[in-house]
């Protein structure tokens, strides 16, 4: 069960933009065995651990298409899952409402930046336990679906950036970095004392 995978995981340090493997497309799973669900655990416990609401494999180093989410729709339902090959279906015409609001990545840490995304979206694929999954999300839900599969895609939010825009947020990471170890969050983010 989905549940189980939710705790008992390894804590694995999170790869950041700039790595290869975030900036390429991943290979389609097809193979659903102990392995992956054990990857998945190990997500869930290093996402929770980086206080996310999702984790995509590349962002532990591993070209595969696979994320996890643990994230609240618009009327705070917490909605988890792990979801293999996906694919997002987006509103179109006059059912596609954009909403900008501030967007940030565990492979980016510490930068946000306002990013206008459709305000609810469709996930269809495959659970790790090789059953087809369908997940619809509004609000913060629809953004991580959206943010995550992306991830798949090797597309890292800020590649939908305006160039100044982008800019701003390299900044911003960059002024924070000294807070995050190499392998955060397997050794914790670091207080302003710390530093």
Same mark, same amino acid.
């Given at each position: 069960?989905?549940?189980?995978?939710?705790?008992?995981?390894?804590?694995?340090?999170?790869?950041?933009?700039?790595?290869?493997?975030?900036?390429?497309?991943?290979?389609?799973?097809?193979?659903?065995? @102990?392995?992956?669900?054990?990857?998945?655990? &190990?997500? %869930?416990?290093?996402?929770?651990?980086?206080? /996310?609401? +999702? #984790?995509? *494999?590349?962002?532990?180093?591993?070209?595969?298409?696979?994320?996890?989410?643990?994230?609240?729709?618009?009327?705070?339902?917490?909605?988890?899952?792990?979801?293999?090959?996906?694919?997002?279906?987006?509103?179109?015409?006059?059912?596609?409402?954009?909403?900008?609001?501030?967007?940030?990545?565990?492979?980016?840490?510490?930068?946000?930046?306002?990013?206008?995304?459709? @305000?609810?979206?469709?996930?269809?694929?495959? &659970?790790? %336990?090789?059953?087809?999954?369908?997940?619809? /999300?509004? +609000? #913060?839900? *629809?953004?991580?679906?959206?943010?995550?599969?992306?991830?798949?895609?090797?597309?890292?939010?800020?590649?939908?950036?305006?160039?100044?825009?982008?800019?701003?947020?390299?900044?911003?990471?960059?002024?924070?970095?000294?807070?995050?170890?190499?392998?955060?969050?397997?050794?914790?983010?670091?207080?302003?004392?710390?530093?």
């Amino acid at each position: 069960m989905l549940e189980d995978l939710m705790e008992g995981g390894s804590i694995r340090p999170i790869t950041r933009w700039g790595e290869p493997v975030m900036h390429a497309k991943t290979e389609l799973i097809e193979v659903f065995d @102990d392995a992956l669900r054990e990857l998945a655990r &190990d997500m %869930f416990a290093t996402m929770d651990a980086a206080e /996310g609401v +999702g #984790l995509a *494999a590349t962002q532990v180093g591993l070209g595969i298409s696979l994320f996890v989410f643990r994230c609240p729709d618009l009327d705070g339902r917490l909605v988890s899952g792990a979801i293999c090959n996906p694919v997002v279906t987006l509103p179109s015409g006059d059912e596609r409402n954009l909403e900008s609001t501030d967007e940030g990545c565990l492979s980016l840490p510490g930068g946000f930046q306002p990013l206008a995304r459709p @305000d609810h979206a469709t996930c269809t694929g495959i &659970d790790v %336990f090789g059953e087809p999954v369908t997940v619809a /999300g509004t +609000g #913060l839900l *629809a953004r991580c679906l959206q943010h995550e599969t992306d991830h798949l895609d090797g597309v890292v939010f800020g590649d939908r950036l305006s160039s100044r825009t982008r800019k701003k947020l390299y900044e911003q990471a960059d002024s924070l970095k000294h807070l995050y170890p190499a392998d955060w969050p397997v050794s914790p983010k670091l207080t302003s004392a710390d530093g």
